[in-house]
């Protein structure tokens, strides 16, 4: 197996975690992929994967000679995609995992214009916020928000996510509207969205510029849907805190005030998502460029405009 060839099963080894699953996707033999990284290890005269029972993880010399060598491989590949598809429209599935209340207000309204220009490009849409194998699941991309966990991911910020504190008409009438974030401690319910996978409520979080102020919502209602976050605060039900995007509606038509006004919650980085070997396909580039625009000449108080390249590993 010659040099380029090793590498390229190495960087599938490390973003596996597994040599039986490196070589179900590649369509080799188990012997096959060790003896590629074997090659490696003794031609660079390192250990570059540790192995256990479970999984397998680079070692510090891993990790960075499979950056180098996903960039590598990228420009080849690149190169060679340039000129054998430059003629070519993008077409083929393309897999995207989206959260639901992203997908339904900020992508959807847009989709028609992305059809237009790229209409042999099948879309597949996972709609969820939970955590995928990307390579597993064969996932091109993934629009989340915070930045991902996984060294392995590459993330590209393409804006910023603000949020508004939030309460129905029918709620304020009841409880009156707090003067300062300690007053909703007391004769106040403040609803929880919860992060199912984690089994975490998140906090509320609020900051005037100088001062910060957390705490835990005190109501006895949670919900790992933001929709239905948002259904329970228009009917009454709690104070929400949610993005920008999702109040706008009811704030526009009344469902909804804002409270505390001069308190903001600190603004949530909104990132596009791969594997490292994933944004060589033009169908992913087009579409995370399209999905730059389509954030970027929005509504200014959802997004800043921002799409600049972050470091590869997070």
Not at 17 to 34: D, K, N, P, W, Y
Not at 116 to 134: E, K, M, N, T
Not at 278 to 303: P, Y
Request: hydrophobic share 40%; with cysteine; proline share 5%.
């Amino acid at each position: 197996m010659d040099q380029l060839a090793a590498m390229r099963v190495f960087a599938r080894v490390v973003e596996t975690t597994s040599f039986t699953r490196a070589a179900e996707s590649l369509s080799m033999g188990q012997a096959t992929v060790t003896k590629a990284v074997q090659h490696l290890e003794a031609r660079l005269q390192t250990k570059l994967l540790n192995r256990n029972t479970r999984r397998v993880l680079p070692t510090a010399d891993g990790l960075a000679y499979y950056e180098r060598s996903v960039r590598v491989l990228a420009e080849l590949d690149d190169m060679e995609a340039e000129i054998s598809s430059s003629r070519r429209t993008p077409s083929g599935r393309l897999r995207v995992e989206i959260a639901g209340a992203m997908c339904d207000l900020v992508v959807i309204p847009a989709l028609k214009e992305f059809r237009a220009l790229y209409p042999d490009i099948q879309l597949d849409f996972g709609v969820s916020d939970r955590s995928v194998d990307y390579l597993a699941e064969n996932v091109d991309c993934a629009l989340r928000a915070g930045p991902p966990l996984s060294e392995i991911l590459i993330a590209r910020q393409i804006g910023t996510l603000q949020f508004a504190t939030v309460a129905s008409q029918d709620y304020i009438a009841l409880h009156g509207t707090p003067a300062v974030p300690e007053d909703l401690h007391e004769g106040h319910s403040v609803l929880g969205y919860l992060r199912a996978q984690a089994g975490q409520v998140l906090p509320l979080k609020l900051s005037d510029g100088e001062r910060e102020f957390e705490m835990t919502p005190n109501s006895k209602l949670s919900f790992s849907d933001i929709r239905s976050y948002l259904a329970a605060t228009e009917r009454g039900l709690g104070i929400g805190q949610m993005p920008e995007f999702l109040a706008a509606a009811g704030l526009q038509q009344g469902r909804l005030q804002r409270i505390l006004g001069d308190w903001t919650h600190p603004k949530l980085p909104l990132y596009v998502v791969y594997l490292p070997n994933r944004h060589l396909s033009r169908k992913v580039r087009v579409f995370v460029d399209w999905l730059i625009r389509t954030c970027a000449t929005g509504n200014d108080t959802i997004f800043d405009r921002r799409g600049k390249q972050l470091p590869s590993v997070l």
